[in-house]
């Protein structure tokens, strides 16, 4: 575990802190699609991005989902953190994009390590800067932005976290991520593939 915290969190965390990480953390691996963390559960623990990525999504009363933002390696989520602190349940639902490896914290050494490193304080503060902003873009481009240009800026931002221009999603999934039809999807999508910024295949597409 040392020598992946090392090669992924090294730029961030002195050689102490890693090694209390790699003694108090445990890893824990996931496949793609696997439901990390859903709304109302407790959370015990804080996770450390190792490989992978997760996408991070709220849901409405009617269990339609919207997708906030994705979290990549060297990142965590700043609404978990919240949660640990506070003992709260969690208010969003993380689920894995990718194969994804992560080290899992206890909760009680988040507020011990903010007073004892200074890397790791800065770490924390980055970190709920870092998702306000993405939230921030996210609720501009409901607000400001219309559906096509949400879509584009959708795949993009998929193949950016996948390293891969190929997204295996179907026209629902899409949907459901944008909070919106599968029908209006699939006409954009057509529309994309048309002006060849794209071509459709089954249960998939391919970003040109």
Known sequence: MLTELELHYSYIFEKELLEEISRVG???????????????QYIKSMPLL????????????????LLLYFLEKGDTCA??????TGNKKSEIKAVA???TKLVMIPIDKMDEWIGTYKSWRNF??????????????????????KMDERLLKYLKDKVAVTGTKLIKSTHQEIAYELHTSRVVIS????????????VLNRNSLELL
């Open 50 to 65: 190792i490989d992978g990525a997760i996408k991070i999504l709220r849901e409405d009363d009617d269990g339609d989902e």
């Open 79 to 84: 609404m978990t953190m919240s949660c640990c």
């Open 124 to 145: 924390v503060l980055d970190s709920y800067h870092n998702r306000l902003m993405e939230l921030l873009e996210t609720v501009d481009n409901i607000a400001f932005k």
């Open 187 to 198: 006409r954009l999508l057509k529309k994309l593939e048309t002006n060849k910024v794209l």
């Open 26 to 40: 445990t890893i824990k691996e996931v496949p793609a699609g696997t439901t990390i963390m859903n709304i109302g």
């Open 97 to 99: 994009e990718l194969d």
